[in-house]
Structure formats: C-alpha cells, structure tokens
C-alpha cells in the first residue's frame, strides 16, 4: 500500500500566502515524478506544477511566478509555496506521485487539502 498525504491548506486573505505539504510513504519503489493539482467547484481538475526527480519543473501559466515546488528526493516529500493568492486560486489541492517498479508505472493520489482565498 501507498500512502499520500497532504497538509497545509486553509483560509488565506488575498495577497496572502500558503505552504502545502505531501508525504509519501508505503511500497514506494522509484518516484520520478510528484506534483500538484487543483480542483475547483465545477471544473476539471488541472495541473498546478509538477516536478521530477531530476528537478524538472513545470508551472501552469496561472500559476506561474507566484507558485514554487520543491521536494526532498530523500524523505519523498513535495511542497507548495503558494505567495501572492487570488481568489480564483481557492479549490481542493491534490498530491499526485508516479513512482516506477518493474517497468510498470503507478500513480498515487492523496486526498486533498482544501484552500480558500477569501477576504
């Protein structure tokens, strides 16, 4: 079993900021990529940014200059600065991991940790 677990959300005014953790932790074998998604009432859940165990990085332009990923290889963690939140920002936050064993490649969601962006 593979557990993912998010932390870190909340109520943050306009402007404010917001950090988010992921943990995971279980049968993990070879994690080569982690990342962050959002879901907000209504819509389709998208991608916020992603990162690989290389530090490739990729934002969404919604995001972009206002977001920062980093993870720790070594404890299988992912984080989320979140500075300069918007109200559009408010949604569900995901953990997502894709790990490899066997030449199978697996994904793994948390459950989601709830950000609102609200005065």
């Known amino acids: 079993q593979v557990q993912v677990v998010e932390s870190g959300g909340g109520l943050v005014q306009p402007g404010g900021s917001l950090r988010l953790s992921c943990a995971a932790s279980?049968?993990?074998?070879?994690?080569?990529?982690m990342g962050w998604f959002r879901q907000a009432p209504g819509k389709q859940r998208e991608s916020v940014a992603t990162?690989?165990?290389?530090?490739?990085?990729n934002y969404s332009d919604a995001v972009k200059g206002r977001f920062t990923i980093s993870r720790d290889n070594a404890k299988n963690m992912v984080y989320l600065q979140m500075d300069g939140l918007k109200p559009e920002d408010t949604a569900v936050y995901y953990c997502?991991?894709?790990?490899?064993?066997?030449?199978?490649?697996?994904?793994?969601w948390g459950q989601g940790t709830q950000v609102t962006v609200s005065s």
């Open positions: 990162i690989t165990t290389g530090g490739n990085i």
């Open positions: 279980g049968s993990i074998f070879s994690i080569y990529n």
């Open positions: 997502r991991v894709l790990d490899t064993v066997g030449g199978i490649r697996r994904m793994y």
